[in-house]
């Protein structure tokens, strides 16, 4: 047996706000919308992790969801303009990161992140 996909799935009572957080500013595709589910996804091979933390590192609250991209900067941008609440950072992190907390339109802590090379 070979675990195939994980998904994160998010209660919310309208899923429409979605679209403007994970996809207009995130860049994922909509996968599937049936009204009541929308489901993002991207058409590249994504890696499948799944992470059980009792902090959130460096002393912050575990988030909900982790995302990483590819410029971390742009992404802070466009949620700050957006309105959407910052949390936390921008931090560059010892474990060699640079990430941000910001809060999706359903009040879940999502942690976005880039590797610093």
Known sequence: MK??????NIEAPDTTPAKRFYEDILGLDVIM????????????QMSLQLSIASEG???????????EVDDL????????????????GP???????????VRDPFGKLVNILAHKN
């Open 73 to 88: 900067d742009t992404a802070f941008g466009a949620m700050s303009a957006a309105g959407f609440p910052i949390e936390y």
């Open 33 to 44: 919308d049936h009204g009541w589910i929308t489901t993002f996804g991207a058409a590249r």
């Open 91 to 101: 931090a560059d992190e010892p474990w060699g990161v640079r990430r941000f907390f």
């Open 3 to 8: 675990v195939l996909r994980i998904v994160a």
């Open 57 to 67: 590192g460096s002393g912050t609250p575990v988030p909900d969801l982790s995302i």
